[in-house]
């Protein structure tokens, strides 16, 4: 299995990432970057611009968990600053957006756009991080330098916001042909790309909240995925479809929002369980769904709620006419979760029930 899942996603990869970069570009501060940068319409000087405007929206929006675009506003630099100023000023908007990373709350998520509308703490240092990665690339590009950041940066970028990109050898390789500024020898250069921050899907006591690779991984290796579990969690099923996860991921076949959510109670914010499906709709438009909870949070109909949740989420998609589940002919209680779902029993055989619900 891929180790992934020894690095953090925070404020002191914001950092990181941002002391490399100006350590590369301060020495050349005194040249010409009006410059186009790498492959980019922009500048040099405007990539640099663009880094610093990026961090601090991004600590902007986390800071107040904003819920949509109309709080936007963009960083405004005086003429008269230079080039060591501008580097300045990434520093300080790094320094920004490390510090609320770090004193965000574990569920704080705020608006991003792509491609399910938010981001958690771990989503924003990820972004932030691929701004600052990606464009010192462009930046030394059009100054002739060489860079190359560290590969296991590189992989924590990829791991949280690029879980539908088959991992290679080369991170850091892998990074750029994700962002469409590189081919590889087994894939072609792309023309369109975007990064993808995990899905969350609100039920009524529960938050349904996406794994990403990294997250699974941990899950897959026994940790806690990043979670506060209830006692007894998280059970086996759960971490087994985490190591499922992360086999599809290696393989390139991962879709983020077909993949595994955890349950995320409101009250407290522990995880009870686990809920996703087994993979993209299939034949004739259908997805298969399982589940299983923490033995303590049983009997307070979770799972119902949940499976309403996702059943609700996944029908109202234009590539899903039907929800599939199999549950074995002794689990009572899970039978009873989905019929109150609203499945139906429509086939059986020596040891299963086989339920089913159409939109």
């Known amino acids: 299995m891929l180790s992934m899942h020894g690095r953090d996603m925070g ?8 002391a490399g970069a100006v350590a590369l570009l301060r020495p050349v501060a005194g040249r010409d970057w009006s410059v186009p940068a790498g492959s980019l319409e922009w500048s040099v000087r405007q990539t640099v611009e663009h880094i610093a405007d990026d961090l601090v929206k991004y600590a902007g929006r986390l800071a107040v968990c904003a819920r949509d675009r109309r709080a936007g506003f963009e960083l405004k630099v ?32 705020a608006f991003h756009p792509y491609p399910f509308g938010s981001a958690d703490r771990t989503g924003f240092a990820a972004m932030g991080v691929a701004e600052v990665l990606l464009h010192t690339y462009d930046a030394a590009a059009g100054l002739g330098l060489a860079y190359e950041p560290p590969g296991d940066l590189c992989t924590a970028v990829l791991t949280r916001l690029f879980p539908h990109v088959r991992p290679g050898a080369d991170p850091w390789q892998t990074l750029l042909w994700a962002t469409g500024r590189t081919a590889l020898p087994d894939r072609p250069r792309l023309t369109e790309w975007r990064w993808s ?34 006692e007894g969690g998280p059970y086996e099923g759960t971490r087994e479809a985490a190591g499922m996860l992360v086999k599809a991921y290696e ?5 983020p929002e077909w993949g595994v959510f955890v349950l995320v109670r409101e009250e407290d914010g522990r995880a009870v369980g686990g809920m996703g499906f087994h993979g993209p709709p299939g034949e ?13 949070a049983r009997g307070h109909g979770y799972a119902t709620e949940a499976l309403r949740a996702l059943s609700a989420w996944a029908l109202a998609r234009d590539d899903v006419k039907s929800l599939f589940a199999v549950v074995d002919r002794t689990n009572l209680p899970s039978q009873a979760v989905v019929s109150r779902a609203g499945f139906t029993r429509v086939s059986a055989d020596g040891e299963r029930f086989a339920y089913e619900l159409r939109g």
């Open 78 to 109: 005086e003429d008269e600053t230079d080039n060591e100023g501008l580097l300045q000023m990434v520093e300080m908007t790094a320094a920004l957006l490390a510090a609320t990373v770090r004193s965000a709350p574990p569920r704080a998520r």
């Open 251 to 255: 393989a390139g076949v991962h879709r």
């Open 284 to 296: 004739e438009d259908r997805a298969e769904i399982g589940y299983d909870l923490a033995e303590a």
């Open 197 to 230: 921050n995990n899905l969350v899907i609100p039920a009524e006591r529960l938050t349904l909240t996406g794994l990403t690779p990294a997250s699974a991984a941990e899950l897959a290796a026994g940790g806690t995925g990043g979670f506060e579990w209830v």
């Open 11 to 18: 404020g002191d990869q914001v950092t990181e990432a941002v």
